[in-house]
């Protein structure tokens, strides 16, 4: 079974259209996150949840809205998509947020904005 | 605030060579430190950590010590495969303090490995 999983995989739009991205753990854990990865392979956290409540928000526009209906899923909503929101999107979860949990990654989302 | 520096890539190897990527930090507080592994098209894998100081974390092979004294956290490979062909990501995640557990990632080292 799939710990972390993602879907869509891919994800080709328009600029201006509104997309969502789903992630769901089935490991149990509390924590999840949203990571960006640029064209460069540079990682950058975006959002995390702890107990479907927000905890870190890194000064992403608020185009991008994150939403936690249960403790095993994060999904990512993007408004009005631009040409640099182009990207690979990991999702990660972990047991909690201590720094010596390990993160668990899923797959990536790879979005292309024409 | 935290960072992690990784060596400048491409790393270009034959097969059986010995291999370092270097990875040095800067840390507000007291970190855990972690190499992530992603081969082409997939998601990154934990590949090993070190929680403190001395500290050696090892997998497949893979080698890494946490030297507080250099802020270092090097990876080492013997004798690399072709299948080690990868991006890897050297990491930090504090313990403690505000940072609420995210990860600090270096800027990823590309490594080829040719038979």
């Known amino acids: 079974d799939t710990a972390v999983s993602q879907t869509p995989k891919y994800l080709v739009t328009q600029m201006g259209n509104d997309k969502s991205i789903k992630c769901e753990q089935n490991?149990?854990?509390?924590?999840m996150y949203w990571y960006k990865q640029d064209s460069k392979k540079f990682l950058k956290i975006m959002f995390s949840?702890?107990?479907?409540?927000?905890?870190i928000n890194e000064t992403v526009p608020n185009r991008f809205s994150p939403k936690s209906p249960d403790k095993a899923h994060l999904n990512l909503h993007i408004n009005s998509l631009e040409l640099g929101d182009s990207a690979v999107y990991f999702c990660?979860?972990?047991?909690?947020?201590?720094?010596?949990?390990?993160?668990?990654f899923g797959p990536g989302t790879r979005l292309l904005v024409l | 605030g935290d960072s992690v520096t990784q060596m400048e890539g491409p790393v270009t190897l034959s097969e059986e060579a010995f291999l370092t990527i270097n990875c040095t930090y800067t840390?507000?507080?007291?970190?855990?430190l972690f190499w992530y592994v992603q081969y082409p098209g997939e998601g990154l894998q934990l590949l090993l950590k070190?929680?403190?100081?001395?500290d050696k974390g090892s997998n497949k092979g893979f080698e890494a010590t946490y030297r507080k004294e250099t802020t270092s956290f090097h990876l080492e490979k013997g004798s690399v495969q072709v299948s080690d062909s990868a991006v890897y990501f050297c990491?930090?995640?504090?313990?403690?303090?505000?940072?609420?557990?995210?990860?600090?990632f270096g800027q990823g080292t590309i490594l080829t490995v040719h038979p």
């Open positions: 949840y702890n107990n479907k409540e927000l905890i």
């Open positions: 990491a930090l995640r504090l313990v403690g303090g505000t940072s609420y557990g995210k990860l600090t």
């Open positions: 490991l149990g854990h509390d924590t």
């Open positions: 840390a507000t507080g007291y970190p855990s």
């Open positions: 990660a979860s972990s047991r909690g947020l201590a720094g010596l949990e390990t993160q668990y």
């Open positions: 070190a929680t403190k100081a001395d």
